[in-house]
C-alpha cells in the first residue's frame, strides 16, 4: 500500500514507520521540515518526504493523490504559543479537505478515550477532531488510548521521573483515578493492524491492556519491578495549578502540557469493551511486562523514539532550517581548537555528550543552568537524550536541540532552547588536520542580551577551554 504518514517526528509515527516500511508498504512522510527529519536512518526503504503544514492548506498541494491510506497522528496539547483546540481543529480540517482529494479510502486516527461526561480540554478537543475526521468521504477507523507505556514514552517517563526521585511523595487527589495503560507494541499492532481491514472501517474503538489501575498504583508497580521502596500520601488540597509544577518541577515535562495532562488526569479513561484485540489477533500486554520491555530496550540502548525530541520550544515555529546556518554578523563568538590524536574517539566523545555522560567539565555548573531555566519557564537539562551514544538531527539534547550531527564531515551542530535574551549555537568541527573547533556563537537581543553575553564571559573561559580539553584528551 502507499500510506501517507502525518506526524512524523512525533512518538507514535516514529515506532510505526520503520514496521510499516518492515511490512513492504511505500510510505510518504509529511513533515513541516525536511531537514528535522534524518532519512539516512531508512536508506533504501520505500520512503519520501513531503513537506507540509496542514495548518497552512496551502502548503499541502505537494502531497501524492495516489495514496490507499493516511495516518492522522497530529496533535497540539504541548504547545506554548496559540489556542491548541483552534489549531486541532484547523489542522483536521484541513487534512480531511486535502486527503478527499486523494484516492485513500482509509484514514486512521489515535485518539485519547473519551467517555466521561465531563472531558478536559485537551479530550474534548481529541474529540471534536474525530467528527471532523468522521464527516468524510473517505473511511475513518478511530483508535483511543489513554496511557501508553513504552521506552520513551510521555508517560513513562513522567512515571520514572516521579518513582526514581522521589521516596517519599504528597500527591493530589487526581492519583486515585483509574486508567486503562497500554504497552506501545500493542498500540503499534492495533495501528497496523486495522489497515484495509474492512471491519474497521467507520468505527471507534478504546484500546487498552488488560489491567485498571490508579495512577497510584501504576506508580506503585513501576517501583516495584525498579525494586524500590516508596510512600505516597494522596492530600485534597493541591490545586491543578499547583498540581501542574509540581509535575514540571519533579519531571521532564513543559509547564503547559504539564497543565493539560493534569486537567486530563481527573477524568477516568477505561475501555468501553469491543472485540478489536479478538479480530486482528493481539495478545494484550500486562502493565508490568509493558514496564520490563521498555527497560529492556533502555538497557540495550534501543529506543527508537521519544517524547522528549517531539517536545520542542516555540523557537522552531518558524522553522527548522533557518537556524542551521550560523550567523557571524552582530555576533558574539568563544573559539576553542585543539588536535586530536584519535579522530575516531574524539567523535565518539562528543556523539555521547550530555545526558548521562555529562558535559566533560563543569557539570554541576551545566545543571545549575538549567535549574535557572526550568525556574524561568524554559526546558532545563531535564530532558536528557534518547540515546547514550548516537545522536541524530532533530533530537533533544539537554537544553540543546541538534541540528546538524554529521560523522562523515565530523560535524555536530547544537541550537539551544533555553531561555535566552537572545541565541545560542554550540559547534564542534573537526578539520582534515585532526584539529578540533569548538564555537559558541551568541547573537544577543538588545541590551539584556549584550549584558548577559558579559556577566557569562567570565565563566566560558575555563567551561569551554576545560570541556574541549577533556573531549579531544588521549
Not at 474525530?130 to 501508553?148: N, P, Q, R, V, Y
Request: some cysteine.
Amino acid at each position: 500500500m502507499k500510506i501517507l504518514l502525518t506526524g512524523v517526528t512525533g512518538y507514535i509515527a516514529q515506532r510505526l514507520l520503520p514496521v510499516l516500511l518492515d511490512n513492504g508498504h511505500e510510505v510518504i512522510c509529511c513533515v513541516r521540515d525536511s531537514k528535522r527529519f534524518n532519512l539516512e536512518k531508512y536508506a533504501g526503504a520505500k520512503i519520501s518526504i513531503v513537506e507540509a503544514d496542514f495548518l497552512d492548506a496551502s502548503s499541502l498541494s505537494e502531497i501524492p493523490k495516489d495514496i490507499d491510506l493516511a495516518y492522522y497522528l497530529i496533535h497540539s496539547m504541548s504547545t506554548q504559543i496559540g489556542d491548541f483546540e483552534r489549531m486541532e481543529q484547523l489542522c483536521a480540517t484541513n487534512f480531511k479537505n486535502c486527503i478527499e482529494k486523494t484516492s485513500a479510502k482509509q484514514v486512521v486516527y489515535l485518539s485519547g478515550i473519551s467517555n466521561a461526561d465531563e472531558l478536559s480540554k485537551h479530550l474534548s478537543s481529541r474529540k471534536n477532531v474525530e467528527s471532523i475526521l468522521a464527516d468524510s468521504t473517505f473511511s475513518l477507523t478511530t483508535l483511543k488510548a489513554g496511557i501508553i507505556v513504552g521506552s520513551g514514552s510521555a508517560s513513562f517517563e513522567i512515571i520514572r521521573d516521579l518513582v526514581e526521585k522521589l521516596p517519599f511523595m504528597i500527591t493530589p487527589r487526581w492519583l486515585k483515578t483509574k486508567c486503562q495503560p497500554i504497552a506501545i507494541r500493542n498500540v503499534i499492532q492495533f495501528l497496523v493492524g486495522v489497515i484495509g481491514q474492512k471491519d474497521t472501517y467507520n468505527q471507534s474503538y478504546d484500546i487498552g491492556g488488560p489491567d485498571i489501575l490508579s495512577y497510584k498504583e501504576m506508580l506503585l508497580i513501576f517501583a516495584k519491578v525498579r525494586g524500590l521502596k516508596r510512600r505516597i500520601v494522596i492530600v485534597p488540597v493541591m490545586t491543578p495549578k499547583i498540581s501542574s509544577y509540581w509535575l514540571y518541577f519533579v519531571t521532564s515535562t513543559s509547564y503547559s502540557l504539564a497543565k493539560n495532562l493534569v486537567n486530563s488526569m481527573k477524568i477516568e479513561v477505561i475501555c468501553k469493551p469491543n472485540n478489536l484485540a479478538a479480530l486482528l489477533d493481539i495478545k494484550l500486554i500486562d502493565y508490568e511486562t509493558s514496564i520490563l520491555q521498555a527497560f529492556d530496550k533502555i538497557a540495550q540502548n534501543k529506543v527508537l523514539s521519544s517524547w522528549k525530541d517531539a517536545q520542542t520550544s516555540d523557537i522552531f515555529q518558524e522553522g527548522f532550517s533557518k537556524f542551521i546556518e550560523v550567523p557571524t554578523n552582530g555576533c558574539f563568538q568563544d573559539i576553542q581548537s585543539m588536535r586530536v590524536d584519535d579522530t575516531q574517539l574524539t567523535l565518539d566523545r562528543l556523539w555521547s555528550i550530555g545526558g548521562k555522560t555529562g558535559w566533560y567539565y563543569g557539570n554541576w555548573l551545566w545543571s545549575l543552568r538549567g535549574l535557572i531555566d526550568q525556574i524561568f519557564g524554559g526546558v532545563g537539562m531535564r530532558r536528557g537524550r534518547k540515546s547514550d551514544t548516537e545522536l541524530y538531527t532533530g533530537d533533544a539534547l539537554d537544553f540543546w536541540r541538534v541540528m546538524i550531527a554529521n560523522k562523515e564531515e565530523k560535524r555536530l551542530l547544537l541550537y539551544a532552547e533555553m531561555k535566552l535574551p537572545g541565541e545560542a549555537w554550540l559547534k564542534f568541527k573537526i578539520n582534515e588536520n585532526n584539529i578540533l573547533t569548538q564555537t559558541a556563537t551568541f547573537r544577543p537581543l538588545g541590551l539584556w542580551g549584550r549584558l548577559y553575553w558579559y556577566s557569562v564571559l567570565p565563566f566560558h573561559g575555563f567551561i569551554f577551554k576545560g570541556m574541549l580539553r577533556n573531549i579531544g584528551r588521549k
